[in-house]
């Protein structure tokens, strides 16, 4: 299969149809990102990668740094984080508080904001300098030593996070919060406030294309059946409530953030992530959800 040129096709036409939807507005520092910016990268696990566009520039990564937190609490906590969690899609917004109340403060699942405050408080419980540590593995599973929270962009979250601080006390009065709520939500608004490009990304997140080992040095950084788990949770849930039309459309693992950015993932072959920051109504890249549909459909190449 010749990936580039099919990759090269794809950004070609992407890039000359018109780019619709609109720039996240929910944190203030991101609404001024240049709306055209369109990367696109792709990385297989036998280490051939071809990059388009502004594959290299940095934007925030935002809900898919929740990816990370997960494998690190899952890592860390094996089946007893599903105690605390679902593994189930919410079918409603993204940070919406209905649920918790029937649920009693156990979030859907991992990637909504209520459950990734939920391993955000899991990763305070377990790890002595908790976002440090929680930044040294991103280094690690990235080999990538400059992988940073953004002070600027955390502040701009957390000066409009009301919901955020809403769903973590809502949480906090079901017992399901065990820390300090403020330290929870820093950790929280940190995490969404990483920064990295769509090479930097598809690098770290290999493992989960490759069986949970680490591609650079063959090292496992999670099992087989968790890696297998976390695949299935990004299957059903990454895309917010759009996560059915994206299996629909795309049929891969995949997470998103409003920052623009789409993770992909085909199990033992390949990660591709693609970054246009315009949203659609669901909150996902407009630019992005083409992209990866026709990728798929032309490689026909999803199970
Ligand atoms: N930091 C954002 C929030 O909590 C994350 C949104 C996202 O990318 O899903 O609202």
């Not at 009301?162 to 017992?175: D, E």
């Not at 939500?185 to 490009?197: G, H, K, P, R």
């Not at 769509?198 to 040095?217: M, P, T």
Request: hydrophobic residues 35%; positive net charge; charged residues 20%.
């Amino acid at each position: 299969m010749n990936y580039r040129e099919i990759l090269t096709d794809i950004y070609e036409t992407i890039k000359n149809e018109e780019n619709k939807g609109q720039v996240t507005s929910f944190i203030p520092e991101l609404s001024g990102v240049n709306p055209e910016h369109f990367g696109v990268f792709f990385k297989t696990v036998n280490n051939d990668e071809f990059g388009f566009g502004s594959f290299n520039d940095k934007f925030s990564i935002q809900s898919i740094a929740k990816v990370a937190s997960l494998s690190l609490a899952y890592k860390i906590l094996g089946k007893r984080m599903w105690k605390r969690i679902g593994v189930e899609p919410s079918g409603t917004a993204f940070n919406s508080l209905v649920q918790l109340e029937a649920d009693k403060g156990i979030p859907r699942n991992p990637f909504i904001n209520a459950g990734a405050i939920v391993v955000c408080d899991i990763l305070i419980s377990q790890l002595d300098n908790p976002q440090q540590d929680f930044l040294s593995f991103m280094r690690y599973i990235s080999d990538n030593p400059s992988i940073k929270f953004s002070p600027k962009i955390a502040k701009s979250e957390k000066s409009t996070g009301f919901r955020n601080i809403a769903l973590c006390n809502f949480i906090k009065s079901f017992g399901n919060i065990k820390n300090d709520s403020e330290e929870v939500l820093d950790f929280y608004f940190n995490l969404c406030s990483i920064e990295m490009s769509c090479r930097e990304i598809s690098n770290c997140f290999l493992f989960l294309a490759n069986q949970g080992r680490k591609v650079s040095d063959n090292k496992q950084i999670i099992n087989k059946s968790r890696t297998k788990r976390i695949n299935a949770i990004m299957q059903t849930c990454g895309l917010y409530d759009e996560s059915g039309e994206f299996t629909f459309k795309v049929g891969l693992p995949g997470k998103s953030g409003i920052g623009g950015g789409i993770l992909a993932i085909h199990p033992n072959k390949h990660t591709i992530v693609v970054w246009s920051p315009k949203l659609n109504s669901k909150g996902n890249s407009y630019r992005g959800m083409k992209f990866l549909e026709l990728f798929t459909t032309k490689t026909s190449s999803i199970f």
